[in-house]
């Protein structure tokens, strides 16, 4: 939760408020990112609590972050609904485990959420050599089979998990993320920006928002833009958004001799600032490889403020409609190359919104294998035609309003939360560390007397 700057956080302080009218609820957070002037209660008070009044359903809300790390003890004590930000949670796990030298817990759980991989392959994260380990296996088979109901943001990502985890419950729900931004703000925005920052007011500006790392495709973007330029002599790039610690992008810019050609301006400190600067773009760059199979929060809010976007073509977002920049056809979200059980969420989003059915193109979407020649065709296109940037932005605003706007989202957690808090617990096996509670010492100690440690209760 807030004031802690996540997509997520901001996310559950959207998602809270209107469900209060309808729910009482009780939030809970990690307590050492506690706020001091905030009505949120410690995790450490959650036992206690539910003990003395039984709470009808727990929500997680969890990602790929060590923001989330406090929350794996009560997922298996306490099963609930678990919305799942990522498909894949193993470098957060893998972090939190190994950096408390618990190995040993660590290739456990490796073993029990993959069977069907080799265990010894756990001993790569355990020296160290993790990376391209933790994108291969996601790590969240205990999670799901261990939850009342799973929900995820994608309707293809829910049917690929139903397939591979047939006993589980797990649905769709819409993320919404993102505010529109007025007409008179866009352009009040746009010129304010650009002269803080030197850019012509006649460029074309190509925006990335968000943290500065390797998997936003920030070399290939460069050379994209490099490539650009001589069809597009005003093409400009700002990247806005904090420096990753293992890859610096103004050197790569440097190396490229690109200085005069982009922008950085660091970290933005509030929504607000991170608003203007996108609405002082054209056109809102969203690649994502690797992929932990996640929703990009500055995709959401570039559609939202009625940006054309370029987005990595990504098979948990195949129910997306997009143009192919091969081929400017449109892959409409009808028809999706991973149907599984897709249809049934899709025709639930029809029946409450009949003009779904039309696959308007909401973003253009790169094929990883042809990143280059790809990224290079879309660029140039959109920075020489005015009419598509026009026609893609307002699609692409069209989209947001009907798939990630607040009342969709508050559509679907209704729905899911009826559905979680109807559904019984299951009883899958989980490793002993998991659903260990904790009290071996307790129990040692009060054997002698002949008193169960579980009729007492610490507060």
């Known amino acids: 939760m807030p004031p802690v700057r996540t997509g997520i956080a901001a996310v559950s302080a959207e998602l809270v408020e209107p469900l209060r009218n309808e729910h009482d609820i009780d939030v809970y957070t990690d307590d050492s990112r506690r706020a001091p002037d905030r009505a949120e209660r410690g995790a450490h008070e959650f036992v206690w609590q539910h003990r003395q009044r039984p709470y009808d359903l727990i929500v997680y809300q969890i990602g790929n972050s060590s923001h989330h790390d406090y929350i794996w003890p009560y997922l298996f004590r306490y099963p609930g609904l678990t919305v799942l930000h990522d498909a ?15 190995a040993h817990d660590y290739r456990v759980e490796f073993a029990a959420n993959h069977p069907d991989a080799d265990p010894s392959l756990a001993e790569l994260a355990v020296e160290g050599f993790d990376n391209h380990l933790y994108y291969s296996w996601p790590m969240t088979r205990l999670i799901i089979d261990a939850s009342r109901l799973t929900a995820v ?19 769709a729900i819409r993320l919404a993320h993102g505010e529109p931004i007025a007409p008179e703000r866009a352009r ?9 920052h030197g850019i012509n007011a006649d460029a074309i500006v190509f ?23 001589p069809y597009a002599p005003s093409a400009h790039l700002l990247l806005a958004g904090a420096a990753a610690q293992h890859f610096d992008a103004s050197d790569a810019v440097r190396a490229r001799g690109l200085g005069a050609r982009v922008t950085t301006t660091g970290y ?5 600032e991170l608003l203007d600067h996108m609405a002082a773009c054209d056109v809102s760059i969203n690649l994502r490889w690797p992929t932990a199979r996640e929703m990009s929060g500055p995709w959401l809010r570039a559609l939202a403020a009625g940006l054309p976007t370029i987005t990595t073509d990504l098979a948990h977002l195949a129910d997306v409609p997009s143009l192919d920049p091969r081929t400017w056809a449109v892959r409409p979200g009808s028809e999706i190359r991973d149907p599984g059980s897709v249809a049934e969420d899709m025709e639930i989003r029809r029946r409450s919104d009949p003009a779904s059915r039309i696959p308007h193109p909401a973003t253009i979407a790169v094929d ?21 940037r026009s026609s893609l932005g307002a699609s692409a605003r069209s989209y947001w309003d009907r798939e990630h706007s607040l009342p969709r989202m508050l559509e ?28 071996a010492t307790l129990r040692r100690l009060l054997a002698p007397f002949g008193i169960e440690s579980d009729n007492v209760f610490l507060g």
Do not use: C, W
């Not at 939360?417 to 490793?431: M, Q, Y």
């Open 412 to 439: 679907d957690y209704r729905r899911v939360i009826s559905e979680a808090a109807a559904a019984s617990a299951p009883k899958p096996s989980l490793p002993a560390h998991l659903i260990n509670g904790g009290n």
């Open 268 to 272: 933005l400190p509030d929504d607000r």
């Open 207 to 229: 925006g990335v928002f968000g943290g500065l790392t390797p998997e936003k495709r920030i070399p290939q973007i460069l050379d994209a833009l490099a490539a650009v330029i």
């Open 188 to 196: 009040a925005a746009r010129s304010r920006i650009r002269n803080a």
């Open 153 to 171: 943001h994608m309707p293809v990502l829910a049917a690929a998990l139903r397939t591979q985890h047939p006993s589980a419950r797990i649905e």
């Open 88 to 102: 894949h949670l193993h470098h957060a796990r893998a972090a939190a485990l190994l950096r408390t030298r618990r």
């Open 368 to 388: 990883i294998l042809d990143e280059d020649h790809s990224l290079r065709l879309a660029m140039r296109r959109l920075a020489t035609d005015a009419q598509l």
